[in-house]
Each structure stands twice: as structure tokens, then as C-alpha cells.
Nanobody, 125 residues
Framework: QVQLMESGGKSVRAGGSLTLSCEAS????????MAWFRKASGQVREGIAS???????DVRRMFSDRFTISRDSAKDTLYLKVINLEPEDTAMYFC???????????????????WGPGTQVTVSR
């Protein structure tokens, strides 16, 4: 069964940092792309960053100064590092993978058919 499992979410104080992990049950080299999304309570899900098979990464401009996406192919794990956390970063964070869309980015969650259950990040002042 194709699965993703996020971890690393926690409660932190504003200004802190954390790294989220997304472990895949399949070789990430078999995906075309993977991405991180988040959904705050009462808000729509929004894309954060994406990784493509050719190694390219893309971080949404509004997040680019604080969010970093990376992948460890040996561990089949996708990471999202966040620094200088803000209360507005409080959300459920999800990773997603696509085996069907050759080109996909954070801008369209419809490109992804595999999703993890999410990990909660809570940032307090």
C-alpha cells in the first residue's frame, strides 16, 4: 500500500524552528514530484513547497525566506524545515506525492494522488 506519514509537528514558541518529515512507503524516486501543503483551521489548504524528480525544488515566494524543502533519497523521506515560526504558521501540515503528473508543483493540490494524514504545528506567542 502506497503511504506517506508525516512527523515532527509540535507546539513551539514564536521565533522557534522545526523540521517536518514525510516518510514514504515507496521509493521516492518512483514519484514525479512531492510537495508540502498546510491547512489552518477555517482556511483553505495552501501549497508551500515542492520537489521534482529531476531534483528541482520550488518554495512559494511568501514562504521562501523561512521554509526549506529537501529530500533524502536513501531514507525515502521528504523534509520541510521552518525557521522563525510565527503564530500564523499554526496549521496541519501535509505531504503529498504524485506518480501520475509529470510536472507538478505546490500550486495545485489536484496533481497529487497520495497524501499523508498530516502533522499538527502550533505556534504560540
Amino acid at each position: 500500500q502506497v503511504q506517506l506519514m508525516e512527523s515532527g509537528g509540535k507546539s513551539v514558541r514564536a521565533g522557534g524552528s522545526l523540521t517536518l518529515s514525510c516518510e514514504a512507503s515507496f521509493p521516492t524516486d518512483t514519484t514525479y514530484c512531492m510537495a508540502w501543503f498546510r491547512k489552518a483551521s477555517g482556511q483553505v489548504r495552501e501549497g508551500i513547497a515542492s520537489w521534482q524528480r529531476d531534483g528541482r525544488t520550488d518554495v512559494r515566494r511568501m514562504f521562501s525566506d523561512r521554509f526549506t524543502i529537501s529530500r533524502d533519497s536513501a531514507k525515502d523521506t521528504l523534509y520541510l524545515k521552518v525557521i522563525n515560526l510565527e503564530p500564523e504558521d499554526t496549521a496541519m501540515y501535509f505531504c503529498a506525492a504524485s506518480h501520475t503528473s509529470y510536472y507538478c508543483t505546490w500550486s495545485s493540490d489536484e496533481d497529487y494522488e497520495v497524501w499523508g494524514p498530516g502533522t499538527q504545528v502550533t505556534v504560540s506567542r
